[in-house]
């Protein structure tokens, strides 16, 4: 029994724990409440991007490609959309890049009128979906598996200085075009920032930046996640390991997409996606709760997870601190820190001010 509760059995059973204490407190709930009966599910909650796309009649491609740092990160296409358009030529190439926790299906998990990604495509754009490092589709390595702490030892840093670039070329190679526009979203524009403003040759290929929920700073961030950061490292670390964090695997993705269709549990489903991109419940379709939750909490590394922790302590945009200066120089090998005044050109009197900004956190 004492084996049971020893600490190497709590850091190997993590995940199962969590779990545990997940479903026991939703059973509870659902006792209390009487019977509760189930929604309908969406086949595409348990679909990958290729086949989500093709469930709603759009053509798709799928690609492999590899960064400098040897990750091989899932790439999705839509190459035209539904609409017939007069014009010829060569379509606009555009790419849509996630954010924290997210993945490409952020771009498609509503009904085509209703989702960026199709609305692009239809107004006749050839739409490219990245997938960052680490993610449910991006978990290869050429020569590092998932199990290794190496594979996890990433953040923004190095979707920003790998990812993007890789990604880019392989986009603009494939296209045979010179330029792209760029759409982030939340750390999808931190990556921008970070990437475009480090590589002013990378930031040549693009020829319009959009920036949705832009994220340089997020030291004002109100959200219960961002509250989350604030926890100290030891704690966060001890909480979730050093590798992985929010990965779904197909057990708890099953379980969730169960769960989270059941009526009264949904709400609770909805209150956490809330929590953490910030509340707006008009902008949830509660019949699509279950493709949501099929899909989002895509993981990340939890040494991300720090780096956002930092940039909520500092309250600047700058790399990932490793701890020793020698390491930090190792590491950023020269790669330029950016700033957050360097940035966002802020005066000093303004940065001091107490300002009551509503950042989003996502
Ligand atoms: C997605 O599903 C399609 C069709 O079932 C399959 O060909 C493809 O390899 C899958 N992609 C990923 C990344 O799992
Ligand atoms: C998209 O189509 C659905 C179903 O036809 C409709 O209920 C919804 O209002 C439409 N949304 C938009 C933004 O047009
Ligand atoms: C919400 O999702 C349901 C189920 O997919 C769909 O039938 C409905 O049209 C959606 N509503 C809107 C406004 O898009």
């Excluded at 990437?195 to 920036?211: C, D, V």
């Excluded at 109100?222 to 990965?247: D, N, V």
Aim: proline residues 3%; contains cysteine; aromatic residues 10%.
């Amino acid at each position: 029994m004492s084996e049971i509760f020893s600490r190497e059995w709590i850091v190997s059973h993590r995940t199962e724990m969590w779990l545990l204490i997940l479903v026991a407190y939703l059973l509870q709930r659902n006792v209390n409440s009487g019977h509760m009966p189930t929604k309908a599910v969406d086949p595409e909650a348990f679909m990958n991007i290729s086949e989500i796309i093709r469930h709603q009649g759009y053509p798709y491609e799928e690609y492999e490609v590899a960064t400098e740092d040897g990750y091989i990160l899932s790439l999705n296409r839509i190459p035209q959309g539904l609409v017939q358009l007069k014009k010829t030529g060569s379509r606009p190439v555009v790419l849509l890049q996630h954010g924290l926790l997210g993945d490409a299906s952020n771009w498609i998990s509503n009904l085509p009128n209703n989702s960026l990604g199709f609305i692009l495509a239809d107004a006749g754009y050839d739409v490219w979906l990245g997938n960052s490092r680490g993610n449910t589709w991006s978990r290869k390595h050429k020569t590092l598996t998932t199990d290794q702490d190496e594979f996890w030892a990433f953040s923004y840093d190095e979707m920003a200085r790998f990812d993007l670039p890789a990604v880019i070329n392989f986009i603009l190679q494939k296209t045979s075009q010179e330029k792209i526009y760029y759409v982030g979203y939340s750390q999808g524009t931190t990556m921008g920032f970070i990437a475009f403003s480090a590589m002013p040759e990378l930031a040549q290929k693009i020829k319009m930046y959009f920036a949705l929920a832009p994220i340089a700073t997020i030291k004002y961030a109100k959200s219960p996640g961002a509250k989350l950061l604030l926890l100290p490292h030891m704690m966060i670390k001890g909480l979730f390991g050093r590798k992985e964090f929010l990965h779904q695997n197909r057990i708890l993705r099953q379980l969730l997409i169960y769960l989270c269709g059941q009526v009264i549990i949904d709400q609770i489903c909805s209150n956490i996606m809330l929590l953490m991109g910030g509340f707006n419940s008009n902008n949830i379709n509660m019949s699509r709760m279950n493709v949501y939750v099929g899909h989002t909490l895509a993981g990340t590394s939890v040494q991300n997870i720090l780096h956002w922790s930092q940039a909520v302590n500092s309250g600047e945009l700058r790399a990932f601190d490793w701890g020793s200066e020698t390491k930090n120089l190792e590491k950023s090998n020269q790669f330029m820190v950016v700033t957050r005044r360097s940035l966002l050109g802020l005066k000093k009197e303004e940065e001091e001010e107490e300002e009551e900004e509503e950042w989003e956190w996502q």
